[in-house]
């Protein structure tokens, strides 16, 4: 989920490291504990895929503005020091996405898979570079996951099996709150499919 949390805000523009692990931790959550020390290594894995490149950034702090002593010693002295180079100023790179980095990103957005909280959540923020049929595939097959599971969670259990209340407690929170999600993703369906309609060319059919 790293490298698509990457490559997603990659899709929207260069970022430096910096950046990315700040966008990250605010994409993916303080549960994950993005630091450098794994946002670095995932984007070396990417860069030798070829799926992102590094891109120098030109220095711009803002060149001081000469002005003459009125001496010509004067004047090639402070021409030295405006050309020297100041200390603790490194270049720093920015990195972006390929076209094969676009490609995969695509990819692991609509690979039909069974995704847990995390990685629906963190799908759906880049919903917006989806193609309306897509969208209203990865929207639909969410929904079918979370009427399997509220199915799954009100079937009573076994004769012989005893819950004590605090199970049953949990059990109910559980199903209440996916009965939560499943009314949410429908709404998005809903709002979804009518977006689509108003933006179908007049004439057209289903």
Not at 126 to 151: I, K, T, W, Y
């Amino acid at each position: 989920m790293l490298e698509l949390a990457v490559l997603g805000l990659l899709a929207d523009q260069p970022r430096h490291g910096y950046d990315l692990r700040k966008r990250l931790s605010e994409t993916l959550g303080p549960l994950w504990g993005i630091s450098f020390g794994s946002l670095y290594p995932a984007l070396r894995r990417l860069e030798r895929a070829g799926t992102i490149e590094e891109v120098p950034e030109a220095d711009t702090a803002p060149r001081s503005v000469g002005i003459s002593t009125g001496s010509l010693t004067g004047d090639l002295a402070a021409a030295r020091v405006r050309r020297r180079p100041r200390p603790g100023r490194r270049t720093r790179k920015a990195y972006r996405i390929t076209d094969r980095g676009r490609q995969l990103f695509a990819q692991l957005l609509t690979e039909e898979t069974a995704d847990d909280e995390r990685s629906f959540a963190l799908k759906l923020s880049f919903c917006s570079h989806l193609s309306p049929a897509d969208r209203l595939s990865f929207l639909e097959r969410r929904r079918v996951q979370l009427s399997d599971r509220l199915a799954s969670s009100r079937r009573k259990p076994a004769a012989n099996r005893t819950i004590d209340r605090y199970t049953r407690s949990l059990l109910e929170h559980r199903a209440k709150s996916t009965q939560h999600d499943l009314e949410w993703i429908d709404e998005l369906i809903a709002t979804e499919r009518a977006e689509q309609l108003d933006e179908r060319p007049e004439g057209a059919t289903a």
